[in-house]
């Protein structure tokens, strides 16, 4: 066993317990891991200990009593560990029990299930996670909105106005105009709506007949109908998500989903009606059919695109008889598409490459082998069928361990490891037993590998799904249809981490209502929660489920062709041309017909150097991708020219991954950059870094297409230019990546003030209700009533001062105030220091706050993600002495556009930005006093250090409270 400092693990989870709930009239249960995220209750007692259940015998632990004196406070936990006893001391719930940061706990019982639970801490984590889920939501449809407003060629767009009268306007939110603006605006951006899957219909183009008549008209304007209502439901989500008192309609039944999404019943609408003239609802006609469609196309495939696969297993299995063929077709539908090797508890990807390679050594930048059956699979002759061979390796892996006793020891074996050496032991311990009962199969079907795959007919199998099994993969829940249009907006890094989180959500929701129906306490949620409600109270657990499997259909992809040359053009100006050749759009286009866009890359007669260079190494990129969805050309280059910007990204790579230590910097990866640039001078890291630096900053296209000693030219001769190519390969990667990771960290930094200005609105509401505010009082949004909750707690503190008595001398005084604090201990929301402080900072703030809205204007600027929009504006001007943070950046720039506002009042601020270039921190502090209600949320938003754990002041910090912690102990 590691010793403690290695230790990453609590003692309670090694001993295998996962919480510990209070419940009911003050009782407590332990619960343990059961399979997945499954919980099962072990142990239950009352608060006292004195009926104390004591031993779970299938996990052989044992609670002994229930300490509450003393350093050691809670229930003593004694169980055994890898053959040795442990014992755990785990927080005894009833201590705290009904007591939240902010007090909050049972007005939000009320709103979620009608009433409070005193004396229970199940129900409000539920709560928590759902809550969560609202979160999430309104982050990804802030970042959708965004996306597609940004791929609008300009902000500028022309209409009809109800005179006739052609009007031009510069309007950035495409979602919050009306249809007329709408469908002018959706006509700029028809290249990119292939970006968005299938959630947009891409317009035919005009067809017209010998009187000049738009014959397809029809099919236009319904294409463009599609569109807007497509808009309309993210501007619906975006509502619900952004604004408490709407979110129920996302966790309500059905019909009021339905219902909120829908737009109003204008013209636009009436004019879809079905067969029998009855009006189509908008959500019927968009979600609910995309989403059937891309089932039934799942469905459909799954047997062509499976047929090797299945024919291969076939043999493996020996099956002979038509009804094995279907069992076997069964098993890996469900493995393959409903993903039920997800939540084994064991990661299977890893238990393959242990069986089949043993321990993977890297030495002096070298990979290699040791131990395993070690096929050669690796070897680039299987390139085109590896994933085959994995796929069918995989399966028949989950075949054999999913229900056996081998894999209930395994999990419950790798909970109590406690470091990363005991965790490879046991991987490689299972990796044995399994490979003795799989090898009979395996090992004949690896030897038939010699450069080619079994070669099968392409003939169907011959099969149908069983329908039965089909439906499966059909949910019947609203949000699960309305999550799979979502899915069209973003990237498979963005899907995975979104359904990867909801899946999480759910099981927890299940898990903690599995385990109050197992007490005897059904859950019943309030109507406005009512996704959760159904006769067996399993609904949680099974949109988990069905979230798994949309994680397939959520990567199908519409065609991107449309936007080819489009692209070419980001790609272009993403990289830097001069100003005259962009900005003469005809010229521009010639070059690019006669330059980029000839040529077929599979023809090789054909084959035009510049466009697959392009194509190839920026468009295909994934990073090119994202920031074409998040910023504009130009934004890129004017990042990619401030010095200060790309030195700090390529810092931060150095340290990527490191400890706390300010000190713990790598360079490994630094200095493959440096040598695959071509770059051969000695130096330190920081001279490695300033040299890459320079190089980034002064690239542009010009330097290898426009020139005239041109490297991306078939005529140059092959072995130099392919050495050059090669190294503007790394270049412009490197350059795409660090663009990306700059982007993506303000993207990021903004989605805490997001979250921050959600939870804020969230919380007011709640408080109105609890303290019984008048309906017109604490208007949200109302200029007095921005400060108000910080404002009441720091008066709630005031009326808990101690007031010195004039009657008693000094002495007694002292003695009094002591005795005060003693019965006050805990009772404050701030230290006195910090009442000051506040105070002060929303005296400042209603200084701005005279004649604008400074919070009002912060909270907008985060939902529309405004850093960015004017990013490219900005970003020259920042110039910090030593950049420390993305924090830094986002701030200068959000200051910057906050001076674009005459209606506040910002005294000398406009005059520092100028002159230090970097944003003003006192300022910070009072443009979010109103959060500051929530301290730790309000130090966290505003203090460089704790806002960015891993930026250098942050790590500096976490070194300080380290060597603050050992002095301590000394």
């Known amino acids: 066993m590691s010793n403690n400092n290695n230790q990453k693990k609590t003692n309670a989870k090694r001993l295998g317990i996962k919480s510990v709930l209070l419940y009911g009239d003050a009782q407590i249960a332990i619960t343990a891991f059961g399979k997945g995220n499954d919980a099962r209750v072990a142990i239950k007692t009352d608060t006292t200990g004195s009926n104390l259940e004591q031993k779970d015998e299938e996990r052989n632990i044992t609670a002994r009593k229930i300490l509450s004196e003393g350093k050691k406070r809670g229930i003593d936990i004694l169980g055994t560990v890898e053959g040795k006893p442990l014992e755990a001391i785990i927080a005894n719930p009833a201590e705290r029990a009904g007591e939240d940061y902010l007090k909050l706990k049972s007005q939000l019982e009320i709103e979620f299930f009608g009433r409070e639970f005193p004396k229970d801490n199940i129900r409000i984590q539920i709560i928590y996670n759902i809550l969560d889920i609202q979160k999430i939501l309104g982050l990804y449809v802030t970042d959708i909105i965004y996306a597609v407003n940004n791929l609008r060629p300009n902000w500028k767009i022309k209409y009809k106005n109800d005179k006739g009268v052609e009007v031009t306007e510069e309007e950035p939110d495409i979602v919050g105009l009306g249809h007329k603006k709408q469908k002018a605006a959706l006509q700029k951006m028809i290249s990119y709506l292939g970006f968005f899957g299938e959630a947009f219909v891409i317009p035919p183009k005009e067809k017209k007949n010998k009187k000049d008549l738009v014959t397809n008209s029809d099919k236009i304007e319904s294409a463009f109908n599609h569109n807007i209502r497509a808009l309309g439901i993210l501007g619906a989500v975006r509502q619900c998500t952004a604004h408490f008192k709407d979110s129920v309609a996302i966790f309500s039944s059905g019909e009021k989903l339905w219902k909120k999404l829908n737009i109003k019943k204008d013209v636009l609408v009436s004019r879809t009606y079905d067969t029998k003239g009855k009006p189509i609802d908008v959500l019927e006609t968009i979600v609910d059919n995309l989403y059937r469609k891309r089932i039934d196309a799942i469905n459909k495939d799954f047997l062509d695109h499976s047929k090797i696969n299945l024919r291969i297993l076939f043999k493996i299995l020996n099956a002979t008889h038509k009804e094995e063929d279907e069992h076997i077709i069964e098993e890996y539908f469900r493995f393959n598409i409903l993903k039920e090797g997800k939540n084994l508890g064991v990661n299977m990807k890893h238990l393959r490459e242990v069986m089949l390679f043993g321990k993977r050594i890297e030495e002096n930048g070298v990979i290699r082998y040791e131990g395993g059956y070690q096929p050669e699979i690796k070897d680039t002759m299987h ?128 898990s903690f209502i599995d385990t109050l129906k197992e007490l005897g306490k059904p859950v019943k949620f309030t109507d406005g929660y009512g996704l959760f409600n159904d006769n067996d109270c399993k609904r949680a657990g099974r949109i988990a489920q069905e979230l798994r499997f949309l994680v397939s259909i959520g990567k199908m992809k519409g065609d991107m062709s449309d936007a080819k040359r489009e692209l070419y053009k980001a790609a272009i100006k993403t990289l830097g041309c001069e100003d005259e050749f962009v900005k003469d759009n005809e010229t521009f286009n010639k070059w690019l017909e006669a330059n980029v866009l000839t040529g077929d890359k599979s023809k090789s007669k054909d084959i035009n150097p510049f466009r697959n260079f392009i194509a190839g190494n920026v468009i295909e990129s994934n990073r090119f991708q994202y920031l074409v969805r998040y910023t ?57 870094i300033d040299a890459l630096t320079n190089k980034l900053a002064g690239f542009s296209f010009n330097t290898f297409v426009n020139s005239k000693d041109k490297i991306i030219d078939a005529s140059r001769n092959p072995g130099r230019k392919n050495v050059e190519i090669q190294q503007l390969k790394g270049l412009v990667g490197l350059y795409l990546t660090v663009a990306f990771i700059a982007v993506k960290n303000l993207v990021k930094t903004n989605a805490r003030y997001y979250i921050a200005f959600a939870a804020f609105e969230r919380d007011h509401e709640m408080f109105k209700q609890k303290l019984n505010i008048p309906k017109d009082g604490w208007k949200f949004g109302n200029y007095d009533n921005n400060f108000a909750l910080t404002e009441y707690f720091l008066d709630k503190d005031d009326e808990k001062r101690y007031i010195p008595n004039p009657n008693l001398s000094d002495t007694e005084n002292k003695k009094a105030l002591f005795k005060f604090l003693d019965t006050r201990a805990g009772k404050w929301h701030y230290t006195k220091k910090w009442n000051e402080i506040l105070r002060k900072n929303i005296a400042e703030a209603k200084d701005v706050h005279s004649t604008g809205w400074l919070l009002t204007q912060c909270r907008n600027h985060a939902e529309h993600l405004n850093v960015l929009t004017k990013l490219d504006q900005y970003v020259a001007e920042f110039a910090p002495s030593k950049m420390t943070s993305y924090f830094q950046l986002y701030h200068f720039v959000l200051q910057k556009i906050l001076c674009e506002d005459k209606s506040l009042q910002l005294g000398d601020l406009p005059e520092k930005l100028n002159q230090y270039h970097s944003p003003c921190e006192n300022f910070i502090k009072y443009a979010y006093v109103s959060l500051a209600y929530n301290l730790p949320r309000y130090k966290n938003l505003t203090t460089e250090a704790l806002f960015d754990e891993d930026s250098e002041s942050g790590k500096e910090l976490a070194a300080k409270w380290k060597q603050k912690d050992e002095e301590k102990k000394k």
């Open 632 to 688: 504009k050309p130009e934004t890129v280059r004017a990042l990619m020219q401030n010095k200060t910007i790309v030195r700090y990204v390529l810092s931060r790579i150095a340290m990527a991954g490191k400890s706390h230590d300010p000190n713990s910097i790598h360079s490994e990866q630094i200095d493959k950059y440096y040598k695959n640039l071509g770059l051969t001078e000695n130096a330190d890291l920081q001279g490695k």
């Open 383 to 510: 390139d085109s069928y590896r994933s085959k061979i994995y796929a069918i390796t995989d399966f028949l892996l989950f075949r054999e361990v999913k229900d056996s006793a081998e894999l209930i020891k395994m999990v419950s074996a790798l909970r109590e490891t406690s470091d990363e050496a005991g965790k490879e032991t046991l991987y490689q311990n299972f990796a044995d037993a399994v490979w003795e009962k799989t090898k009979s199969l395996l090992v004949p079907f690896y030897k038939k590998f010699n450069g080619t795959f079994p070669a099968f007919d392409s003939e169907p199998l011959g099969y149908e799904l069983d329908n039965e099994v089909s439906k499966l993969t059909r949910s019947n829940v609203p949000f699960v249809k309305l999550l799979s249009l979502l899915c069209n907006f973003l990237d498979g890094k963005e899907i995975n981490e979104l359904l990867s989180a909801y899946i999480n959500k759910f099981e927890n929701i299940q």
